[in-house]
């Protein structure tokens, strides 16, 4: 990812800015309840009070005089915000780089257009989407929405959980692409998760969008969701047509903003965003930037934020570093402290962890997992998802069936996760069973 | 609700204002106040455009985002869901709808439109709707209504019909009259006409239509559905739905309804047949109905539609509710076109009782606006040089027809002007003067730069 230097216009002018200070830090997320240990940042994400301001200058922009605004101010604010994506994602061309509200309309505008070349007999009834077993339930529903009422087949890929290596997810990958065309079957499109959000792991994207690239797939879409703040996003390396990512969960920005980045082609000038407003047909960058009379504030402080990392020893690679160090920290803190195992080697984990529960919490359901996080939430004022990992036919009755999401951002402490061991360890302590909440 | 009067000395008594306090309606200064973020260099007459916002509004909204940002699983898990259905409650109530579920919480009538012509397009795909069915649709319907027809529609293969009614028009039974020669016209071809699209209150130029009577036209000429676009309407006209009687309807609350942008719904009567509805970015509600899809669509604010009830509360401010509010509003945008007519020596776009909180009014022939592109150039002229911010139309002269004329030539542009609480007379008069004055220096729009 390319790396930022402080822009014109910033205050501080003359050297680097001095990094940040764990109070200052404490300042700008006094905002969150401070009586939660916040381990969820995955979920919706979080943004500073510095940027919360900024977004505050933007809409009140917008209400003195909205027309002003609409006229001279909001494209050139959203270009800005295009631009310095492009520059984070390395790349090619800035009409690549669309703003929207959030992956799931990202991928809305992906899936529709997979529908129109059914409509229009491109594709054939029985051709087929690829997604991940795992893929986020919006993306889910949004194939069942587009691409099976459209007539297409659709081929889930599972893959393991826990999991030991990248090489396992290349090799279950190749062997279901593998039997997705047998019968000479045409896939249509992949839609691949760069970090898979429950269970959450890292995907090896590049590698597995080279197969799909061999074995003739027509399109990827990357959903990467959790990935821009997270991990180093380089399009032109990892080769998709497709990729998609939320600005607000891990860069810092107010809900909600993420981009679409669609690799140059002919096919280009086909993708629409769903919402029609006059600027149909001006290409997708200039439709997304105009959808009616809303609040874009949220698409335009990607400025600010740059500021706001840059306060940040190392920018945004010094915060990602220190995320994914410390998240396994904590990982293996808690697992040591409970006796169990994570579900994904370290350099699979990005500011993520998936920690396994004690097996004698019981979870034996999704219903389970929900009803202990809420649990969690209101009795010990622990904020973290809970993923229901079911036992797969012929394993023992001691598996690990439950695991908890960790997250590490910037305003976490070590008590937040001190709190969370604790408080499972007194559940265990106390006989506690998720079937008790169901009582 | 308390208004005190600002000028009391706080010894408990309210001094007295203008008239004795029989009550405690809003202040003139109170509402000054509430929309002291207004730019004050510009004169803001037009409503219509971008609509306003209180600032105890734009508090209770601050109120609902800085939740979310305090504990946003929580929020999610055990709150927005019920509050989006306390709002739609509330709407249903004041739009008259039968059930809740026939009210679902959108971004803005243009994703309204997204919605209903995406079905329109499913149909044509999925063998309900055959090549060549027909969409109807006004001549000046919005710009985005437009292309979403084009997005969807044409691209499914169905056939556009455009009614052109006229402009500018004396009577309801002019519109009435045009509609149905145009809806004959569409069955004469033997066209299928599976939906129109009726505005309730036209954009530009701004009128309101018969939307009732349009209505029960398309019902007795067999078309299959209705969608009302009303996006001016709520807060500016009754709204009624179940009068006007439409298979959809939608309007725009933050336009005349003191939302924070945005926030709109989408009305979907509920018969034993109702279509099926989605919103196009679909979530994990997929299927659980229109209202519910909308309700979540991925991680966004959604406090704007969330300050609803606060904002009943700032419109019982006022004395007569949002009756008052139009009724006021109406009264005094008619009385200031007739001002600017008077100045001008032009006329009213539309009578009086065919305004709603706009008006439309001709510009002097000698302006020379003569294309959509002059109407942009004198928009921004009027802004940059004289602080006064008003959409002007372009009205294209029918075939045959010369239109309105002013006694030296043919009007062809129109202002609209919009009327809200926070208006003044002083905002016409900068309007009135800025025209006279380019009058006077000989200005017309072919001078004008392009910005």
């Not at chain 1, 279901?176 to 249509?188: C, F, P, S, V």
Request: proline letters at 5%.
């Amino acid at each position: 990812m390319a790396s930022l230097h402080p822009h014109n216009g910033t205050t501080t002018t003359d050297s680097k800015p001095i990094p940040i200070t764990e109070s200052e830090i404490r300042s700008e997320f006094s905002h969150h309840d401070p009586t939660i240990a916040r381990i969820n940042n995955g979920s919706f994400g979080c943004c500073p009070a510095t940027i919360i301001a900024a977004q505050n200058r933007h809409q009140l922009l917008f209400l003195r005089q909205p027309d002003h605004f609409y006229f001279n101010t909001l494209k050139p604010s959203i270009l800005r915000t295009r631009r310095l994506i492009q520059t984070l994602i390395n790349a090619d061309h800035l009409d690549e780089v669309s703003i929207v509200d959030n992956a799931t309309t990202a991928a809305a505008i992906v899936l529709q257009n997979t529908t129109w070349s059914f409509f229009t007999s491109i594709f054939n009834p029985g051709d087929a989407a690829l997604i991940l077993h795992y893929a986020y339930g919006a993306v889910k529903k949004s194939v069942q929405a587009y691409i099976t009422r459209a007539g297409g087949h659709v081929i889930e890929v599972h893959l393991p959980f826990p999991v030991r290596s990248s090489s396992d997810i290349v090799f279950e990958f190749q062997k279901a692409l593998h039997m997705g065309k047998a019968n000479g079957r045409k896939i249509r499109l992949a839609v691949i998760d760069h970090i898979t959000s429950m269970p959450c792991v890292i995907i090896p994207v590049k590698e597995l969008v080279r197969m799909c690239r061999d074995e003739g797939v027509d399109r990827i879409f990357i959903d990467g969701a959790h990935a821009i703040g997270n991990i180093d996003i380089d399009v032109k390396d990892i080769g998709a047509d497709f990729y998609t990512s939320n600005l607000h969960k891990w860069l810092f920005c107010p809900p909600s903003a993420a981009f679409l980045y669609c690799k140059m082609s002919d096919e280009l000038s086909n993708l629409h965003h769903p919402v029609v407003s006059h600027e149909y047909g001006n290409g997708l960058a200039m439709e997304s930037a105009w959808i009616g009379t809303r609040d874009y504030s949220a698409q335009l402080v990607l400025p600010e934020v740059m500021e706001f990392v840059e306060r940040f020893d190392g920018g945004i690679e010094g915060i990602m570093k220190r995320n994914h160090e410390k998240v396994v920290e904590m990982a293996e803190m808690l697992v040591e402290a409970w006796g169990t195992e994570l579900g994904a080697p370290p350099e699979m984990c990005a500011s993520l962890a998936m920690v396994g529960l004690p097996v004698c919490l019981g979870i034996k359901s999704d219903g389970d997992a929900l009803r202990l996080r809420k649990h969690l939430r209101e009795s010990f004022k622990v904020e973290v998802p809970i993923y229901y990992r079911a036992p797969v036919e012929g394993e023992v009755d001691s598996i690990i069936t439950g695991y908890a999401r960790i997250s590490h951002q910037v305003y976490n402490v070590v008590e937040d996760y001190y709190r969370f061991r604790d408080a499972v360890n007194k559940l265990v302590k106390d006989g506690f069973t998720c079937a008790l909440l169901t009582k | 609700m308390d208004s005190e009067d600002p000028r009391s000395n706080g010894d408990g008594i309210n001094h007295v204002s203008k008239k004795p306090k029989l009550s405690s309606f809003i202040t003139e200064s109170e509402i000054r106040e509430e929309f002291s973020h207004h730019s004050p260099d510009v004169a803001r007459i037009n409503n219509g455009s971008f609509g306003s916002c209180p600032a105890s509004i734009i508090a209770a909204q601050k109120g609902w985002q800085l939740r979310f940002l305090r504990q946003p699983d929580d929020f999610f898990f055990n709150n927005l869901q019920s509050q989006i259905l306390h709002s739609r409650t509330l709407i249903k109530d004041i739009i008259n709808a039968d059930h809740v579920d026939e009210v679902s919480i959108v971004d803005n009538a243009t994703t309204a439109a997204a919605i209903v012509l995406q079905h329109v397009g499913w149909a044509f795909a999925e063998g309900r709707f055959h090549k060549g069915d027909a969409v109807v649709m006004l001549h000046c319907a919005f710009q985005a209504v437009k292309k979403s027809i084009e997005a969807y529609v044409t691209r499914a293969g169905g056939h556009v019909i455009t009614v052109h009614l006229p402009f500018p028009v004396s009577s309801n039974e002019e519109i009435v009259a045009e509609f149905r020669k145009g809806l004959a016209s569409a069955k004469a071809n033997g066209k299928k006409v599976r939906l129109a699209i009726i505005d309730h209150i036209t954009s530009m130029p701004c009128v309101v239509i018969p939307a009732r009577e349009l209505v029960k036209i398309c019902r007795e000429e067999g078309v299959e559905r209705v969608f009302v676009d009303a996006a001016h309407a709520i807060g500016s006209v009754h709204v009624d739905v179940k009068e006007i009687g439409a298979d959809f309807y939608v309007s725009n609350l933050h336009k005349w309804f003191f939302c924070p942008p945005s926030v709109a719904f989408l009305y979907c009567r509920k018969t034993p047949i109702s279509p099926d509805l989605h919103h196009p970015v679909v979530s994990h509600e997929y299927g659980n109905g229109l209202a519910i899809e909308s309700a979540w669509i991925g991680t966004r604010d959604y406090s704007s539609q969330l300050v609803i009830p606060q904002v009943l509360e700032f419109i019982k401010r006022f004395e007569g509710g949002i009756e008052g509010i139009r009724k006021r509003n109406h009264d005094a945008v008619v009385e200031m076109a007739q001002m600017l007519a008077k100045a001008w020596g032009t006329n009213l776009g539309s009578p009086p009782e065919m305004c709603p909180s706009m008006a439309m009014i001709g510009l002097p022939s000698k302006l020379g606006v003569f294309c959509d592109d002059d109407a942009l150039k004198l928009r921004t002229h009027l802004r940059d040089r004289f602080g006064v911010e008003v959409p002007i139309h372009y009205q294209v002269p029918r075939d045959g027809e010369i239109g309105s004329t002013d006694g030296v030539g043919c009007v062809t542009g129109y202002a609209r002007i919009s009327y809200q609480v926070y208006n003044t007379l002083d905002d016409y008069i900068r309007l009135r003067n800025a025209i006279t004055q380019l009058l006077h220096d000989g200005v017309t729009c072919q001078m004008l730069q392009r910005e």
